[in-house]
Nanobody, 118 residues
Framework: QVQLVESGGGLVQAGGSLRLSCAAS????????MGWYRQAPGKQRELVAV???????TVANSVKGRFTISRDNAKNTVYLQMNSLKPEDTAVYYC????????????WGQGTQVTVSS
């Protein structure tokens, strides 16, 4: 089993910054993809940014240039640095992990609320 624990959400004014962290524990294969998705009220969950254990990243166009994903493979931790936040970034942010070793089963964190006030 895999557990994902997120931290770092909160309330911030537009233009501000937040940093999310997600620590994975349990049976983790070294080859994996970790990243962040978000879900705003009434909307579908969407990809924000993901990072492979090999160092490749994918970032949504809506946050490109403002959000940066990074990871520490030794700590099984992924980070999301969010700068120049906008009210439309308000959502619950979920950490995700998947690996070919588990058939790309999706593991999710409990979610952390990010609220950006205008």
């Amino acid at each position: 089993q895999v557990q994902l624990v997120e931290s770092g959400g909160g309330l911030v004014q537009a233009g501000g910054s937040l940093r999310l962290s997600c620590a994975a524990s349990g049976s983790i294969f070294s080859i994996n993809v970790m990243g962040w998705y978000r879900q705003a009220p009434g909307k579908q969950r969407e990809l924000v940014a993901v990072s492979t254990s090999g160092g490749s990243t994918t970032v949504a166009n809506s946050v490109k240039g403002r959000f940066t994903i990074s990871r520490d493979n030794a700590k099984n931790t992924v980070y999301l640095q969010m700068n120049s936040l906008k009210p439309e970034d308000t959502a619950v942010y979920y950490c995700n992990l998947r690996s070919p070793g588990t058939g790309y089963h999706d593991y999710w964190g409990q979610g952390t609320q990010v609220t950006v006030s205008s």
